[in-house]
C-alpha cells in the first residue's frame, strides 16, 4: 500500500492535502478498531477510570462534525447536536457511550468523512484563510486550514488512547 497525501480530483491542491491526512486517518481508525467485541468497544480500562473505545470514536465524530459545519459556515442543526452530542457532559467529561457497537459508530463517522469531502470539494485553496470561531465558548479562532488539519491530528491523538485500551484489555483476557 502506498502513503501518500495527494489530494482528490474535484479539490484544489492544499484542500486535497488537508482532506486526505482526515481521510488516511478515519481508515486507519477503522483498521485500528476492526474485530472488537462489545465488551472491549465498552471497555474503560483497568480500573473502569479512562474513556472507552466507543466514547472516544464518538468525541472524534462529535468534533469533526463540528468542523464540517464551521467549514460549510452554518451552524450545526439542532438535529445533529440531539443525535450525537453533547461535546461534554455535566462533570465536563466526555459522555458515557455503552452498548453501541464499532460498526455503528464507524458508519456514524464515515457519514461525517463523507459530508466533508463534498464539503472540502467546494473550497478554494484561498477559502482556507477564512477563519472561524470554536471552542466550547466559542472563545478560540482558527483558519479552516488548521481545522482541517485538527481533524485529523486529533483523531491521531485518540488513536493513541485506543491503541492502550486494546492492550490493556489484551492483557486482562490473558490473565
Not at 61 to 74: A, C, Q
Request: hydrophobic share 35%; proline share 3%.
Amino acid at each position: 500500500m502506498l502513503h501518500d497525501l495527494q489530494g482528490q480530483a474535484k479539490m484544489s491542491p492544499v484542500v486535497g492535502m488537508l482532506y486526505s491526512a482526515v481521510r488516511e486517518n478515519s481508515q486507519r481508525l477503522q483498521t485500528i478498531t476492526e474485530g472488537m467485541s462489545q465488551e472491549e468497544v465498552d471497555y474503560k480500562g483497568p480500573d473502569h477510570n479512562f474513556n472507552s473505545t466507543a466514547q472516544l470514536i464518538k468525541h472524534i465524530l462529535y468534533v469533526d462534525l463540528n468542523w464540517v459545519y464551521r467549514i460549510k459556515g452554518i451552524p450545526l442543526p439542532q438535529s445533529l447536536r440531539e443525535q450525537y452530542g453533547p461535546m461534554l457532559d455535566e462533570n465536563n467529561n466526555l459522555p458515557m457511550v455503552s452498548g453501541v457497537s464499532r460498526d455503528t459508530l464507524i458508519s456514524q463517522y464515515e457519514g461525517v468523512i463523507t459530508d466533508l469531502k463534498e464539503t472540502c470539494e467546494q473550497l478554494t485553496d484561498a477559502d482556507l484563510d477564512c477563519v472561524v470561531t470554536f471552542g466550547h465558548d466559542h472563545e478560540k479562532q482558527a483558519t479552516l486550514r488548521w481545522g482541517i488539519w485538527h481533524m485529523a491530528d486529533h483523531n491521531r491523538y485518540h488513536q493513541a488512547h485506543i491503541n492502550q485500551l486494546r492492550k490493556w484489555f489484551k492483557g486482562k483476557e490473558l490473565k
